[in-house]
């Protein structure tokens, strides 16, 4: 119902969809490369969607029906990778989008992993953390052997986290005989480092957000002390960022959440900010260092740095004219519709993609995939040191074909990503 609403809202409304977003992305970088028109067929579509309906006992006894959804876009160049939300917004277009951005996020990266996306339409806030264990169990029952650690491998996404990895591992592991359960550990990534979890794996997207704007920042000769910075959702990835911006001597000004928004020109110190969270039911709002912000104005908001870390399709072209911010750097999948970029990119604001900004939390996740696989267990200054080395290697790949075809980010980053699938097929040719 919420699916359809949202669907008709954006009828209504002329707003792009995700899906919508993602395939103008994929058909302009397609054509700025000339990508093969056979490929290009295999691409544009998803190879397997899998929609299951699944009745969960509540703690007062009744029971309630679920919707959840496991799209599998590509893997070609190794198995299925992507999270899974718990959003009211969760529909079957949106874990296609996902699912087809989490495929060029991988092969940007070079990593043997191909793409998938999924989750349950649910608003997590209104179950206890019981019936958030059983309907997690539940919708892991319901997927059966449609993931698995050399086929399918979902981690933490939107409304999801370590604990529920653990209660996707547990109960997949419980499906197996005894003699198997030992060499599925990485069935999931994301995991608490107690239940095979990968040090690091925590901060690794942020810390990825992080260092791309650093990576920015020096090649555009940028001083990143006394930058001001904004950020949109202060879950994981805009914590993580913006404790390591803040080392580096940036100032956070303002943050946004569901909750509402806040804001001091003087600076919001991060630590103090995540503190007031945790007992204040992961929300912003009410922060005493700080002032209260309406919502429409937080994008305007003179800065130096934009971090949307929340859901897509936040910057749009009702919005995009006001910001005043250098750069867009995307913590989030989807965060800015083609027509927002289109006036940034005019404007002369740099975007820094989700499919590069954001990766180093996929970069992590095959971090932990690979230790479970080797019996191995790395330091954190091991894992970040790879993290960063891998980054590195991938953020240059993009400013050199951004800069040799005077073309934007994410053209630059969706053609390497394509072309890399590109030669995967054409090197292998096509069953039968």
Request: a negative charge; hydrophobic letters at 40%; charged letters at 25%.
């Amino acid at each position: 119902m919420i699916a359809q609403e949202e669907k008709e809202k954006r009828q209504k409304t002329g707003k792009q969809g995700m899906l919508e977003n993602v395939m103008r992305q994929f058909n302009h970088a397609s054509d700025s490369i000339g990508l093969n028109p056979d490929i290009r067929k295999i691409l544009e579509i998803t190879n397997n969607e899998l929609v299951v309906h699944f009745p969960v006992k509540m703690d007062d006894g009744n029971v309630e029906v679920f919707t959840g959804y496991r799209v599998q876009h590509n893997n070609a160049l190794g198995p299925y990778k992507g999270g899974l939300r718990y959003h009211p917004t969760v529909d079957i277009d949106a874990a296609r989008a996902l699912a087809m951005w989490m495929t060029w996020k991988t092969s940007l990266a070079g990593l043997p992993f191909g793409g998938a996306k999924g989750g349950i339409q649910i608003d997590p806030a209104k179950y206890s953390a019981a019936e958030l264990e059983r309907i997690t169990r539940r919708f892991t029952y319901a997927l059966g052997d449609n993931i698995g650690p050399e086929l399918d491998i979902p981690a933490p996404d939107v409304n999801t986290n370590a604990q529920t990895m653990a209660w996707i591992l547990d109960t997949y592991m419980s499906t197996k005989s005894p003699n198997e359960r030992s060499s599925n550990l990485h069935v999931v990534t994301g995991k608490p480092v107690g239940a095979g979890g990968s040090e690091g794996r925590d901060r690794a997207t942020g810390y990825g957000v992080y260092l791309c704007i650093k990576f920015w920042a020096a090649h555009n000769n940028i001083d990143l002390k006394g930058r001001k910075f904004i950020v949109q959702g202060f879950g994981n990835v805009g914590y993580w960022a913006s404790r390591f911006l803040e080392e580096e001597g940036a100032l956070l000004i303002a943050v946004q959440d569901a909750s509402g928004s806040i804001i001091n020109r003087k600076g919001i110190p991060v630590d103090e900010l995540f503190t007031y969270m945790a007992g204040n039911k992961n929300a912003v709002a009410g922060f005493p260092r700080a002032d209260v912000l309406r919502n429409e104005e937080f994008f305007g908001l003179d800065c130096d740095i934009c971090i949307p870390a929340a859901l897509g399709n936040q910057i749009t072209d009702k919005n995009a004219d006001a910001i005043k911010a250098l750069l867009i750097a995307e913590g989030a999948n989807g965060p800015t519709d083609v027509q927002a970029e289109k006036i940034l990119l005019e404007k002369g604001v740099a975007i820094i993609p989700d499919i590069l900004c954001n990766s180093g939390g996929v970069i992590g996740s095959y971090f932990e995939w690979l230790q479970n696989r080797n019996g191995e267990i790395w330091q954190l200054e091991e894992v970040m040191e790879k993290l960063q080395k891998k980054l590195r290697e991938s953020f240059s790949r993009v400013m050199r074909v951004t800069d040799d075809k005077n073309t934007d980010m994410r053209t630059a980053a969706f053609s390497i990503a394509i072309e890399r699938l590109e030669q995967a097929y054409m090197q292998r040719g096509i069953f039968p």
